[in-house]
């Protein structure tokens, strides 16, 4: 290597090993630095998962006429591979390992690859190959268009689109061949659901049984209800006063913020909504709150554009809990000015520690390192809204994929996001809207959001929602329907729970009546659930539960919806629904979960993520609650005494009847949609099932509620408190598959995942006191009879 001198190898010849040499195969190139005689090279797997990229090896012994001699043969997934050869004597052995070759007895030639993304933005929403079968045998040429969840079949073979080249000009087709087996599968899915809608009204079903048995308890005892009357408003907490409303400069007319509220925008994922969407979240990301002192989100946001150096010192980007955030800034409270961010050179204070965190792999980032980039990503925000760039409100024509244009950046170049049109608008509107702010008299202001109103219908139209649509989504906006609900439900909740132990210790006490009113209320507050729902719904164009916090917000309706199924005569039943339903909701309102509405990757534009998503997390309400139901009968169990032994009793078995038929219900629901999604991927990319995380454990939650139910078959197993003790517990499957997977381990399901969400203190505490509830739940139904 020293004087570049090359040379050959001749075969057959042996040479000194030189060191400090470049060999060359003429595919790898290797140096020998040392020679070590003790030294042994083995060779040794990566880790005990093998990957779809991953090089694998077989360490093969083969015997040649009673000689053995081991061979290394090495392939990888969906290659052709190279065979390793053993030369024996008179004989010499190939071996391969890797994938078959099979030659179509057809052809395919490819016309196009067609790349659709969403307005504006780089992000697929779909890609297409156009393709032509040219099968020979009989002389036919047909055209195709194999796209995503829409497969060619042809003879038994289905292709289903894989991949592309990044030059866009290739594609990649998956082949299955597989009809009778398909088929056969198939038919198995129908069967068993089948079965299992009939076993639901069979009369000699368990649950048919459970059904009968709960009648018979009931119409053999009092029904115990009260009445309520309370407010279901959520108090909203005053904002910091952070802004001196003396300086009208900060202040836009909200008339005028209501107007450019109306005005559509296309985001940075591609999504078309109403500024009113997009000013709501950016003040949810950046301040954590939608109203800052007495301005909505509008004028926020809107005065932050116009009267920037107003806002620059406005204490309202949220920092995080970690101290030496605050240390880095010199920033005690909870929020920060953007101008705290920049020190007397202009210089950014986090840049030299963004840097050491980007270099960071994500295993080795801290709570720290998080804060950090979370509030990095909040400046980061602050400075679009500042320069304008978030403002993509002005259509450009002619673009092919219907790109709006925001407002240029002083000093930067002009690129597809700017046009002379945008260029023009924010020239004149940003002065007319400051010197309006000034004099009060909007009406300039208000002309050119009405001109950009008609240009965006005139050269948009091909991307602008309907006006119904825009309405709705302001509207929803508005409503805060499932904020409001948390609360309602919460309240609902705690009620129900005081007169279910009231009933327990004052059975003399009828309350029919009011059992009805409070029953009307959750179903009013249903009714509010389902409309949030089919708002978002029309809203979005899709299913609302393709994210984490539309799937929190619909597990939400299936748990108040199985409540109203299966438990509306009990005050258990309906205590455990409304306590579950509202804190799905408040933990919906977290701030891990972002309720924007985002489009979806192209593998969900489907009508099997309606069908699928909704069996998958509708079954997961049914499963919590019969978890909550559980819980309620285990701490009835702690306040066992002689006195309410038999009412107790009765409850508790009535309880975990209907807790039993909620689980069978939610059995059924995740069973059809595992095996259903099974369907899905086969119709996708062909295959029914890989062992990915959420596969595998939606199937170990099924295995889990399936032991649960069939528990009373087992001896030692058929107590109540065993039931309702596994009910709880159980509901770890369902939390592992639902968070775990989603928030912390990879594979094909991660459409809808985010960084990994901390665990709250709290979790640990609710553990501790589930297993002292279980404890002490024991200890007392030892001492009765009933219960024993």
């Known amino acids: 290597m020293a004087t570049q001198t090359t040379d050959t190898l001749q075969p057959q010849v042996a040479y000194p090993l030189r060191l400090r040499s470049m060999y060359n195969d003429g595919m790898n190139g290797f140096v020998f630095g040392d020679f070590n005689k003790s030294a042994i090279v083995r060779l040794g797997s990566e880790g005990p998962k093998v990957k779809n990229e991953s090089l694998t090896a077989l360490r093969l012994a083969v015997t040649v006429n009673g000689k053995e001699e081991e061979a290394m043969v090495y392939g990888q997934k969906g290659a052709e591979g190279r065979p390793a050869v053993i030369r024996a004597d008179a004989l010499d052995v190939a071996i391969s390992y890797g994938a078959k070759p099979i030659v179509l007895p057809f052809s395919l030639m490819l016309r196009d690859f067609i790349m659709e993304r969403y307005p504006g933005t780089n992000s697929a929403t779909s890609y297409a190959s156009e393709v032509q079968l040219i099968d020979d045998r009989s002389a ?362 009231f009933s327990v210790f004052k059975p003399a006490v009828q309350l029919r009546k009011a059992h009805k009113v409070l029953l009307g209320l959750l179903l009013f507050g249903f009714a509010l659930h389902t409309l949030g729902l089919g708002l978002r719904w029309y809203v979005s164009g899709r299913a609302p539960w393709s994210n984490g916090y539309e799937s929190m917000i619909y597990i939400a309706w299936t748990t108040t919806l199985a409540g109203i199924l299966f438990s509306r005569k009990s005050l258990g039943g309906l205590a455990a629904t409304m306590i579950l339903a509202a804190t799905i909701l408040l933990v919906a309102m977290l701030s891990y979960l972002d309720p924007e509405i985002t489009p979806l990757v192209p593998v969900l534009v489907s009508y099997w993520l309606t069908i699928h998503v909704s069996l998958e997390a509708g079954s997961y309400g049914f499963l919590m609650l019969g978890a909550v139901i559980g819980l309620i009968n285990l701490i009835l169990m702690v306040f066992l005494s002689k006195g309410n032994e038999r009412r107790v009793h009765r409850l508790v078995k009535e309880l975990s009847y209907l807790s039993e038929m909620t689980l069978i219900g939610g059995l059924f629901m995740i069973s059809i949609g595992t095996y259903l999604g099974g369907v899905w991927a086969n119709e996708s990319w062909g295959r029914y099932w890989g062992w990915d995380a959420k596969e595998t454990w939606a199937l170990v939650t099924i295995l889990v509620y399936a032991f649960i139910l069939h528990m009373r078959l087992i001896p030692k197993m058929q107590s109540l408190y065993a039931y309702n003790l596994a009910s709880i517990f159980g509901l770890a499957s369902v939390i592992m598959t639902y968070y775990g997977v989603n928030y912390y381990l990879s594979g094909l399901h991660s459409y809808a995942a985010g960084d990994p969400v901390p665990v709250p203190d709290w979790i640990y505490i609710g553990v501790a006191a589930l297993v002292a509830i279980s404890v002490l739940a024991f200890i007392r139904k030892r001492k009765y009879r009933l219960f024993s």
């Not at 409001?484 to 132990?501: D, E, H, T």
Request: net charge neutral.
């Open 140 to 501: 036919l040429k047909e055209d195709h268009r194999i796209f995503m969840n829409n497969v060619l079949d042809h003879d038994g073979f289905r292709f289903f689109q894989s991949s592309f080249d990044q030059d866009e000009l290739g594609t990649y087709l998956s082949v299955n061949h597989d009809f009778w087996g398909t088929w056969v599968s198939y038919i198995g899915y129908i069967l068993l659901t089948i079965g299992m809608v009939l076993s639901l009204f069979s009369k000699k079903s368990r649950f048919h049984k459970l059904s009968e048995s709960i009648k018979q308890m009931r119409s053999t005892s009092a029904v115990v209800i009260l009445m309520i009357a309370s407010a279901c408003v959520p108090s909203r907490s005053s904002a910091q006063k952070v802004i001196d409303q003396s300086n009208s400069l900060n202040i836009v007319d909200p008339a005028h913020a209501e107007r450019f509220s109306k005005i559509i925008v296309q985001d940075h994922k591609g999504r078309m909504k109403p500024m009113h969407t997009l000013t709501r979240e950016v003040m949810r990301k950046v301040y954590r709150k939608e109203r800052i002192n007495d301005l909505n989100a509008d004028q926020a946001v809107l005065g932050m554009f116009v009267s920037t150096q107003d806002w620059i010192a406005v204490p309202m980007i949220k920092l995080g809990e970690h101290p030496l955030t605050h240390e880095l800034l010199g920033v005690p409270g909870p929020y920060a000015s953007y101008r705290d961010f920049f020190d007397e050179k202009g210089d950014y204070r986090l840049r030299v520690e963004m840097r050491r965190v980007d270099g960071l792999k994500p295993i080795d980032r801290g709570v720290y390192e998080k804060d950090l980039i979370k509030v990095d990503e909040r400046v980061n925000i602050m400075n679009m809204v500042f320069s304008g760039q978030l403002f993509k409100i002005v259509p450009v024509p002619g673009d092919p994929n219907n790109t709006w244009a925001a407002a240029a950046m002083e000093g930067h170049n002009h690129d597809e996001t700017q046009s002379t049109v945008a260029e023009r608008f924010f020239a004149a509107y940003v002065p007319a809207l400051h010197d309006a702010m000034t004099s009060r008299n909007y009406a300039l202001p208000d002309k050119l959001l009405s001109e950009l109103d008609g240009y965006q219908k005139d050269k948009g139209a091909a991307v602008l929602p309907s006006a119904t649509q825009v309405k709705a989504e302001i509207f929803l906006n508005d409503l805060g329907v499932f904020d409001r609900l948390a609360v309602f439900y919460a309240l609902l909740g705690m009620v129900f729970l005081f007169l279910l132990f």
